[in-house]
């Protein structure tokens, strides 16, 4: 497969797909003029990741979990922890939103969004404090 092919068929851009070689998450072939030349082990790779990225995983976690899918001998628990260590930090992200949430839902509610000039908003934003 060329690398458009291998694109459409894993849902992932081209760009990105060039990206992931010039890192070395995956290693085409190339033929004799040079193009890329997928096979079905790179698309099942490029699947893994594209899933992997949108479960928020970053570059370095989808690296070790391609090393822990590809090694026979691994332990389960090696990828739990890895996976329990992201869960941490997306809910980390979570309490964050939520608190940015009810910050601004509290601003939005004391703008009276009239014509006066004065702007709970845009006093807060100019606050000092944290």
Do not use: W
């Not at 459409?8 to 193009?35: C, F, H, M, Q, W």
């Not at 992997?52 to 332990?75: P, S, V």
């Not at 009239?114 to 100019?126: K, M, S, T």
């Amino acid at each position: 497969m060329n690398i458009g092919q291998v694109a459409e068929r894993a849902g992932l851009p081209a760009k990105t797909i060039r990206y992931y070689e010039d890192i070395g998450l995956v290693r085409p072939k190339r033929s004799a003029n040079g193009y890329r030349a997928f096979g079905e082990q790179d698309l099942h790779k490029l699947a893994f990741l594209a899933r992997a990225r949108a479960l928020g995983f970053t570059i370095e976690d989808c690296r070790t979990l391609l090393g822990l899918y590809e090694d026979d001998h691994r332990a389960s628990a090696d990828v739990k922890t890895l996976a329990t260590e992201h869960l941490h930090r997306i809910e980390e992200k979570i309490e964050q939103l939520r608190q940015m949430h009810d910050t601004l839902a509290r601003l939005v509610e004391a703008c009276h969004g009239d014509h006066r000039p004065d702007c709970p908003i845009l006093r807060d934003l100019a606050s000092e404090e944290e």
